[in-house]
């Protein structure tokens, strides 16, 4: 059950980069406005990003709750995400199961919360505040840890203050977390918009 559930928790957070990179940003054309195979999610999802870029990282949708139609829309992508891989999981195993709704209810309480508390977002979650606040909105393709951001080269740190404690981005012992950062960094790099004189592990 354990592993089946940590199994799953890497499987949502590589969901999360894939569907936030091709299903809400959408794909560039040449020419052309961006390709989505769901339009209303990157519809939703662009409107969110207006919002926050002009509000200081607020979005007033989550004050409005599901009279608004952006809050409304991820919560019912949510659950019809988490449900399908709850079928499809199923006969494989009960973790991965627990570990899909688990994630679609904390993806929902972390992305609600950053966006109602911008200072909670920059000291828990800096890599998905560089989402929306960065030079480069395409890139921070993750949400609730930057697993797959580090993995797939998309991490891309704006300053000193926005770069997370350790790539697994969850609390450690100081000297574990120094120790990983190095490690991973020298396999995973994060970029940065502009490399800094001296880089600190905070």
């Given amino acids: 059950m354990l592993k089946g559930f940590l199994i799953g928790l890497v499987f949502a957070n590589g969901f999360e980069w894939v569907a936030h990179k091709y299903i809400l940003h959408g794909t560039h054309r040449t020419g052309q406005p961006r390709f989505s195979p ?3 999610s990157m519809k939703s999802h662009w409107a969110h990003h207006r919002e926050v870029r002009t509000a200081s ?10 009279s608004n139609w952006r809050t409304k829309n991820e919560i019912v992508s ?8 709850s079928l499809a999981f199923y006969p494989i195993s009960k973790g991965m199961v627990l570990a899909s709704l688990y994630s679609a209810g904390n993806y929902y309480y972390i992305h609600r919360r950053a966006h109602l508390e911008p200072e909670w977002a920059k000291g ?6 560089d989402h ?3 030079a480069n909105q395409d890139a921070n393709w993750c949400v609730t840890k930057p697993w797959f951001d580090y993995l797939l080269g998309t991490r ?4 000193a203050d926005l770069q997370e404690k350790n790539p697994l981005g969850i609390a450690l012992p100081k ?12 396999v995973f790099p994060a970029k940065w918009v ?9």
Avoid at 124 to 129: A, F, Q, S
């Fill in 156 to 159: 891309v740190i704006s300053s």
């Fill in 132 to 134: 929306h606040m960065n």
């Fill in 38 to 40: 769901i339009p209303r």
């Fill in 124 to 129: 828990k979650i800096p890599w998905h505040y």
């Fill in 57 to 66: 990282f607020h979005d007033v949708g989550y004050v409005e709750g599901i």
């Fill in 194 to 202: 502009e490399q800094p004189q001296t880089l600190t592990t905070q």
């Fill in 78 to 85: 949510l659950a019809i995400v988490a449900g399908g891989a």
């Fill in 175 to 186: 000297p574990l977390s120094i120790w990983l950062s190095d490690k991973v960094n020298r």
